[in-house]
């Protein structure tokens, strides 16, 4: 039987994050993702030049709602962002980490953009491999937040976000001052997100520099959906639509970690059997899903899921 | 769609002045300017009025080239023209046109795998313009047989079905249409279908308006590729609208705009 081979017109972008001191940064090496003119790991098609990803979620706050099984893993690192973001390189030997600002939302510690600031300093003084930085998701606060954030970060090449249709013309801004990329985000919506794209790139900023995030839910609750949503942006890249070629991102460890499965104790369920392993699995199965829909970018949040998903990634990147 | 600006030909005044004024300036602004409007490809014709046909072809080329990478379709029926077109081009390039006839193929078939060039085959011989749809589709096969009997790739060939202006033989417009349907069944992958929309309309009171209907009537019979003026706005419109009414492309709200990224 032969081998029905597709040859695409078109490619995803390839997105740079991070600059070395070479490159007007002061990071140690920087991380790749997008490039490739492919389906997800069909090798014998296209090239995929750069594998899959997976950044480590570090808060600069104490995760409340985190089920004990996930936050005994951070015990000393919530007095400080600075100590989880060692312990992430250090320990769990991450190259890419994905900083979340919570502490910013006025319903948390409501920090001022100038103080957030200070906590992205002194990771980038203290760890040396590229960051992504997120806002606390309240749409307005997060403009302020990321303008501060772009400056003190000038010439990383960050990715920061974000950006959705009602903050996107201030994150723009910030992101082509400071000259980082940006996360862009929509309500899973293949139509939502082009327009958002076009919009972005209205400004001057390049597409290049854009990655989606269709916004998800978990294994489970609707992961499905979204499934097919990702599956589409990146045929309509390949098919050379240059609005839907950006690489994708999913915040894998929120969706999963909020999820029945890997919250409820055995006692509460003993059908699900013990948490612990569950969880984790619950995790790392919610992100190799996602790598099979065709996320560049997944952000994660338990040392052992990541570490399970950075083997299947392995695997699957074998030619 | 892969569009192929028409605008730098020599039967255009403002373009034989340029030729004949060796303006680069004007040529190379075209040149851009199509492109940026949306052009894959430009169409380089030296027109009938020039004495010197190869050198002008000869300075065209040199000309667009050092603007723009893009591929050009050389469009001359003389074959020196041709050659000198195709030596000076840097991607690859077009051959504007053949007929149908083994001559004319026998000659221009060499020069597409000697410069690696596409070939667009016009449904035409010397017996002149068929009629209907199954004589020019007969035409078009002769010529795919003829380019896959020397080996070449199928998907470097355009055939042209060859629109003749409305106000002239108005029952062609249908049988056009019939036969870019048929091509598009002739093998497997397909030949590719392409118009010099233009005429279609030649000598028409409302020539952008008769090219823009009949273009979003040939896009949906399976055109691949269209000769036409780029810098009519309303025109890309449609050819960007009709993708999306045929689930080519995504549709949001601003995909006019995201078509010019």
Same mark, same amino acid.
């Given at each position: 039987?032969?081998?029905?081979?597709?040859?695409?017109?078109?490619?995803?972008?390839?997105?740079?994050?991070?600059?070395?001191?070479?490159?007007?940064?002061?990071?140690?090496?920087?991380?790749?993702?997008?490039?490739?003119?492919?389906?997800?790991?069909?090798?014998?098609?296209?090239?995929?030049?750069?594998?899959?990803?997976?950044?480590?979620?570090?808060?600069?706050?104490?995760?409340?709602?985190?089920?004990?099984?996930?936050?005994?893993?951070?015990?000393?690192?919530?007095?400080?962002?600075?100590?989880?973001?060692?312990?992430?390189?250090?320990?769990?030997?991450?190259?890419?980490?994905?900083l979340?600002?919570?502490?910013?939302?006025?319903?948390?510690?409501?920090?001022?953009?100038?103080?957030?600031?200070?906590?992205?300093?002194?990771?980038?003084?203290?760890?040396?491999?590229?960051?992504?930085?997120?806002?606390?998701?309240?749409?307005?606060?997060?403009?302020?937040?990321?303008?501060?954030?772009?400056?003190?970060?000038?010439?990383?090449?960050?990715?920061?976000?974000?950006?959705?249709?009602?903050?996107?013309?201030?994150?723009?801004?910030?992101?082509?001052?400071?000259?980082?990329?940006?996360?862009?985000?929509?309500?899973?919506?293949?139509?939502?997100a082009?327009?958002?794209?076009?919009?972005?790139?209205?400004?001057?900023?390049p597409?290049?520099?854009?990655?989606?995030?269709?916004?998800?839910?978990?294994?489970?609750?609707?992961?499905?959906?979204?499934?097919?949503?990702?599956?589409?942006?990146?045929?309509?890249?390949l098919?050379?639509?240059?609005?839907?070629?950006?690489p994708m991102?999913?915040?894998?460890?929120?969706?999963?970690?909020?999820?029945?499965?890997?919250?409820?104790?055995?006692?509460?369920?003993?059908?699900?059997?013990?948490?612990?392993?569950?969880?984790?699995?619950w995790?790392?199965?919610?992100?190799?899903?996602f790598?099979?829909?065709?996320?560049?970018?997944?952000?994660?949040?338990?040392p052992k899921?990541?570490?399970l998903?950075?083997?299947?990634?392995k695997?699957?990147?074998?030619? | 769609?892969?569009?192929?600006?028409?605008?730098?030909?020599?039967?255009?005044?403002?373009?034989?002045?340029?030729?004949?004024?060796?303006?680069?300036?004007?040529?190379?602004?075209?040149?851009?300017?199509?492109?940026?409007?949306?052009?894959?490809? $430009?169409?380089? &014709?030296?027109? +009938?009025?020039?004495? @010197?046909?190869?050198?002008?072809? /000869?300075? *065209?080329?040199?000309?667009?080239?050092?603007?723009?990478?893009?591929?050009?379709?050389?469009?001359?029926?003389k074959?020196?023209?041709?050659?000198?077109?195709?030596?000076?081009?840097?991607?690859?390039?077009?051959?504007?046109?053949?007929?149908?006839?083994?001559?004319?193929?026998?000659?221009?078939?060499?020069?597409?795998?000697?410069?690696?060039?596409?070939?667009?085959?016009?449904?035409?011989?010397?017996?002149?313009?068929?009629?209907?749809?199954?004589?020019?589709?007969? $035409?078009?096969i &002769?010529?795919? +047989?003829?380019?896959? @009997?020397?080996?070449?790739?199928? /998907?470097? *060939?355009?055939?042209?079905?060859?629109?003749?202006?409305?106000?002239?033989?108005?029952?062609?417009?249908v049988?056009?249409?019939e036969?870019?349907?048929?091509?598009?069944?002739?093998?497997?992958?397909?030949?590719?279908?392409?118009?010099?929309?233009?005429?279609?309309?030649?000598?028409?009171?409302?020539?952008?308006?008769?090219?823009?209907?009949?273009?979003?009537?040939?896009?949906?019979?399976?055109?691949?590729?269209?000769?036409?003026?780029?810098?009519?706005?309303?025109?890309?419109?449609?050819?960007?609208t009709?993708?999306i009414?045929?689930?080519?492309?995504?549709?949001?709200?601003?995909?006019?705009?995201?078509?010019?990224?």
């Amino acid at each position: 039987m032969e081998k029905p081979i597709e040859k695409w017109l078109g490619k995803i972008n390839e997105l740079t994050i991070g600059a070395t001191t070479q490159e007007g940064g002061t990071r140690r090496k920087v991380v790749k993702v997008g490039g490739e003119n492919t389906l997800p790991f069909l090798h014998f098609e296209g090239k995929i030049i750069n594998p899959p990803v997976v950044a480590i979620e570090v808060w600069d706050r104490e995760p409340e709602n985190w089920p004990e099984t996930l936050k005994e893993e951070f015990k000393n690192c919530f007095k400080n962002p600075v100590d989880w973001a060692k312990k992430s390189v250090e320990e769990w030997g991450m190259d890419l980490i994905c900083l979340r600002l919570f502490s910013t939302h006025p319903d948390a510690q409501d920090t001022s953009p100038k103080e957030a600031a200070k906590t992205v300093e002194e990771i980038l003084k203290n760890v040396d491999i590229p960051l992504i930085i997120t806002g606390s998701g309240y749409v307005q606060k997060d403009g302020e937040v990321m303008l501060e954030v772009a400056q003190v970060a000038k010439g990383e090449n960050l990715l920061l976000g974000i950006a959705v249709q009602e903050n996107y013309k201030t994150m723009v801004a910030s992101c082509l001052s400071g000259g980082h990329s940006l996360i862009a985000e929509t309500p899973i919506d293949l139509n939502l997100a082009k327009q958002l794209n076009i919009l972005i790139s209205d400004m001057g900023f390049p597409s290049e520099r854009i990655v989606i995030h269709h916004a998800t839910g978990g294994l489970g609750y609707g992961l499905e959906y979204t499934y097919s949503v990702i599956e589409r942006t990146k045929l309509a890249g390949l098919g050379g639509d240059k609005m839907l070629s950006q690489p994708m991102i999913n915040f894998v460890g929120q969706e999963a970690w909020r999820a029945k499965e890997a919250k409820v104790s055995e006692e509460e369920m003993p059908i699900l059997g013990k948490q612990k392993e569950r969880a984790i699995f619950w995790e790392a199965i919610t992100a190799v899903a996602f790598l099979n829909a065709g996320t560049d970018i997944l952000v994660m949040n338990h040392p052992k899921a990541i570490k399970l998903v950075k083997e299947a990634i392995k695997e699957l990147m074998t030619v | 769609m892969f569009i192929i600006g028409e605008r730098i030909n020599g039967m255009f005044k403002d373009v034989a002045r340029a030729i004949k004024e060796k303006d680069k300036k004007f040529i190379q602004d075209l040149a851009l300017k199509q492109i940026e409007k949306g052009a894959n490809a $430009l169409d380089v &014709n030296v027109g +009938t009025a020039v004495d @010197e046909p190869v050198s002008a072809m /000869e300075w *065209l080329v040199k000309t667009i080239t050092e603007v723009t990478d893009v591929s050009l379709a050389i469009d001359t029926t003389k074959l020196n023209v041709m050659e000198k077109g195709l030596e000076f081009c840097k991607s690859k390039p077009i051959i504007n046109s053949s007929s149908a006839d083994e001559e004319k193929l026998n000659a221009l078939i060499p020069l597409a795998k000697k410069y690696n060039a596409s070939l667009i085959g016009l449904t035409i011989s010397r017996k002149g313009i068929p009629s209907d749809a199954n004589s020019r589709l007969e $035409l078009a096969i &002769n010529i795919l +047989t003829k380019w896959q @009997e020397n080996g070449m790739n199928i /998907e470097d *060939l355009y055939i042209d079905a060859v629109i003749l202006p409305v106000k002239v033989a108005q029952a062609q417009c249908v049988e056009v249409l019939e036969t870019i349907r048929q091509i598009k069944l002739l093998s497997q992958p397909p030949p590719k279908t392409i118009l010099g929309l233009s005429n279609v309309s030649q000598g028409t009171k409302y020539r952008s308006l008769i090219n823009r209907t009949y273009l979003a009537m040939a896009i949906s019979a399976g055109l691949d590729t269209a000769i036409l003026d780029p810098l009519d706005e309303e025109l890309m419109k449609v050819i960007h609208t009709s993708e999306i009414l045929l689930n080519k492309t995504v549709y949001c709200d601003s995909y006019l705009k995201g078509c010019k990224k």
